[in-house]
């Protein structure tokens, strides 16, 4: 029988496998289209079914009594067989007699200390692992209906509606952030300060920024400003090919370095606002969806963009999108 160590690490084993099992099946799906979907969608019900199948391992070995029936068992397959071949002494079997007793009852004494020791931490442990399994039978019961994607795109679909706006979808290839920014771009007409015309050329106008600005970005991305490290990073931003995810650091670079307020849409949380920082305008950023850039000079925008942000849009991460009129 297998210890609860034992289960917990096997189900790690697994977990592993299908997430593995899972990347390949999405790199031999299309990039795009109803047949992605289709497999983001699989990939999130396989997940899901593993982790359900877990949660019914773990119920069961409970049931069963747990690691103290595990030990139970272990001990009764130990058999001790003596085996006389001498004739001995009424003082040498009396000894032994009273040795094996003493024996038996430090190992009976041990097994209790061993369980009392176990008590107070496998209560605590029992309470927390409860809880987490309630908690993901809620997210599985939760998702037995339309998948993470669907329920989120539905959700991005009823924000942009009022703006006159759609989703455009953008492919998941490690360059999402730099692709939405450009199809933007190119939607409101290239109106930014700095004009870059594919994802390439502004892969580059972002890097040259964090380097040039290195006192700024590297303490938000645990660096230490002028470290090989970070020099690496803005090279791996600047490469097309190293497509290293772009975030809220890069989507801050962008900003300034194109005079370019960009507004990005988030499921269950307010309209992300970025507004360009200039020499003496402090106010960058905001979470109200009604702000206005900021009007002080040069310091206002000479561009707005909108992206969507998404969780669940594929299995394998954050992703980025564009935005369409309907």
Known sequence: METLAAIEARHEREMEDLKEKIKEMLKAAPKKGNARGEAETRAIQMEYALKAKHIEEIDEFEERGGDEAVLAAAAGEVEVVVEAKVEKSKEEIEAERQAAEEAERLRQEAIIQAKRDKNKKK????ASKEQ???????????MA??????IEIA?????LAPLGLKIKDIPADGNCLYRAVVSELQRIGQSA??????FEELRVVTGRYLLAH??????????????????NYCKAVMSPTAAEWGGQVELRAISNALNLEINVYRVGN????????VEGNSNSSSSNSNSNSSESGSSRSIGSISLTYHEHYYALGEHYNAVTPL
């Open 132 to 142: 987490e399994r309630e908690q993901e039978k809620a997210e599985l019961r939760a």
């Open 214 to 231: 290195q006192e700024d970005f590297a303490p938000f991305l645990e660096m230490d400003a002028g470290s090989v490290e970070y020099e």
């Open 145 to 150: 209906g339309p998948g993470g994607r669907a």
């Open 123 to 126: 209560k605590d442990k029992k």
């Open 155 to 159: 959700h991005m679909s009823k924000l």
């Open 193 to 198: 300060a700095v004009s870059v015309h594919s």
């Open 270 to 277: 307010p309209v992300l606002v970025i507004e360009p920082e």
